[in-house]
């Protein structure tokens, strides 16, 4: 029994050691951090000079969404390419007057430039349904009428077919 009581003292204090250093790397980042944020308010300020130019103005906007995104500890939620809801969307009004299923949006996909799983358009068709965008008959989806008259930003860009 005094084996296991060794084993455990040494443990504990093993644990104890490395809380003292996971607190002293906290430290540390806090630290660092000051300095990021420091320097991150004297750019602004000398940014903030130029935004009467449209292009720095745009280019400071679009880091700040980033930088607003990602201390909510999100990422960025913005990713390049089309809308995925506004392209189905798309491909249904193109090709769906007769219905499709999943397997036939997931076929088209690739040409609108989309590589999505099955369980995201499912995803995607669920939420366009709990909408009243869709309707589902068996196995097939449909717009309905408001949905079919939709002008998406995928629309207006002319992408896919």
């Given at each position: ?42 750019f602004k300020g000398q940014i903030q ?81 709990k909408r009243g965008m869709v309707t ?26």
């Amino acid at each position: 029994m005094k084996d296991y009581y060794e084993t455990s003292l040494r443990r504990f204090e093993e644990l104890i050691r490395r809380r003292i250093e996971i607190d002293n790397q906290h430290k540390d980042l806090d630290l660092e951090k000051g300095k990021v944020e420091h320097d991150i308010e004297a750019f602004k300020g000398q940014i903030q000079t130029g935004l009467d130019d449209p292009a720095v103005k745009a280019e400071f906007r679009r880091i700040s969404e980033i930088k607003k995104e990602l201390a909510v500890g999100g990422r960025p939620s913005r990713t390049p390419g089309p809308n995925k809801t506004h392209v189905i969307i798309q491909i249904l009004q193109k090709h769906g007057q007769q219905g499709m299923t999943i397997v036939d949006i997931m076929e088209l996909l690739p040409t609108y430039g989309l590589d999505v799983d099955r369980n995201y358009l499912n995803s995607i068709l669920g939420k366009l349904k709990k909408r009243g965008m869709v309707t589902k008959q068996g196995n097939k989806f449909f717009l309905t009428q408001p949905a079919r008259n939709a002008k998406t930003a995928a629309n207006a860009a002319g992408q896919g077919q």
